[in-house]
């Protein structure tokens, strides 16, 4: 039976995840001790968002809860601690900042914290929070119209995997020649083991306990998944064998690789891994 194989975190958009055993679902993503996925973001000095699409070292800064701070650790550098407490509501240090095509507001974190994320990412930027007054909403083109929430991730609350897909694509890279790639290289929230490759991409939903997720859309992939997360360099890249039979003409035949997931029941939910999972299929 399919089972909840894996949970990630990433409070700070395109830094190093957290590994959980349980987390709880909320209509934006996964939280964990008062954390939320995608909750921060790191910004440039005009308020664009940063990622390791131009900046890979951001995947060695990494996070870790430890109690009532967000403790951030990157190579050479003294740790950090963001506290987790939110800004008084008429803290007047709010920015502007964008996130692909949308704008929000966001906390503007503070000058010790832009030192910090500016030397780790190797360019003058600045931490952000998003702003609990904020609303950004998912592609409702996907959502069957619905008003998603999501705070800083790319466009949806969650992103799942099949453990069944990266061995395929594994078995495709060392039949080359080439190394197998871990989960990590595709940053998901959520990993489905025990069920054949792609599955995850053809069901209408997928139950979790209590709680009823629907995947969305398929997540086109950009030149992340070249990038090895334990070293922030790029290579070797996976992009060139998933050309070959991963496009989709329902994303203008660009390459997928997971699927955009949504909650449809169970906000408050604790899920664990071990957990197993009802997968109704949407054929």
Known sequence: MPILAELNLYPIKSCAGITLREATLTPTGLMHERIYDREWMVVD?????????????????????????????APGMLRLDIPLDLPHPDDERLLRVRVWNDEVDAYDCDETTAAWFSNAVGTPCRLVRFHPNAKRIASTKWTDGAEVPTFFADGFPMLAIGTGSLDDLNQ?????????????RFRPNIVLGDIPPFEEEYAESYRIGEALLKPVKPCPRCPMPSIDQATGEFGPDPLDILQTYRTNPRVE????FGINTIL????????????????????
């Open 253 to 256: 035949d660009r390459i997928t």
């Open 172 to 184: 495709k890279l060392v039949a080359q020649g080439r190394e197998a790639l871990p989960m990590n």
């Open 264 to 283: 449809l029941e169970g906000e408050g939910h604790v899920v664990r891994v071990g957990q197993p999972v009802e997968i109704e299929l949407a054929f």
């Open 45 to 73: 000095t005009d308020g664009e968002m940063l990622t390791q699409r131009d900046f890979p070292k951001m995947a060695l800064i990494v996070p870790r809860i430890r109690g009532d701070m967000l403790e951030v650790k």
